[in-house]
């Protein structure tokens, strides 16, 4: 026995998404449109320079190809090199109102940055002011 014709389509469709298109284009042409990637590569290097200038010297490249928006900065030899080590850290720079992913990998600790369309050269220069005060426990 077949199922009758109303069985086969579409309920209520949802055109929210279409309704916002307008507003949505806006606001990625004011936050730079086709430029946004160069800029999230230029600010994340100039970050992650910044951020690594602010701990002693790590002899640690990222195990991978940068992505655009990510860079991986490595941390001294000993700092967050299991799960709960890197949680710890990560507690400590949000307390201090920093989010930034903390992250074991290859037997190191690294911290994860983000270039997001919301994101200044400020917030790397205030985890630089703060981290290296983070690293110790209290």
Not at 14 to 22: H, K, V
Not at 40 to 64: F, H, M, N, R, T
């Amino acid at each position: 026995m077949e199922f009758p014709w109303p069985f086969d389509t579409h309920g209520t469709d949802d055109y929210t998404a279409w309704f916002a298109l307008a507003a949505a284009v806006e606001f990625w042409r004011d936050a730079g449109g086709l430029d946004i990637a160069a800029r999230a590569v230029e600010l994340l290097d100039k970050g992650a320079a910044v951020v690594a200038s602010a701990l002693p010297e790590v002899d640690a490249q990222p195990p991978y190809t940068p992505a655009p928006c990510l860079r991986l900065v490595g941390l001294p030899d000993g700092v967050a090199t299991t799960l709960d080590e890197a949680d710890e850290l990560y507690q400590r720079l949000s307390a201090l109102g920093v989010e930034a992913q903390v992250i074991p990998y290859g037997g190191r600790g690294w911290i994860r940055l983000s270039g997001a369309v919301y994101n200044v050269p400020s917030d790397y220069e205030r985890l630089a002011d703060v981290l290296p005060g983070a690293l110790r426990p209290r």
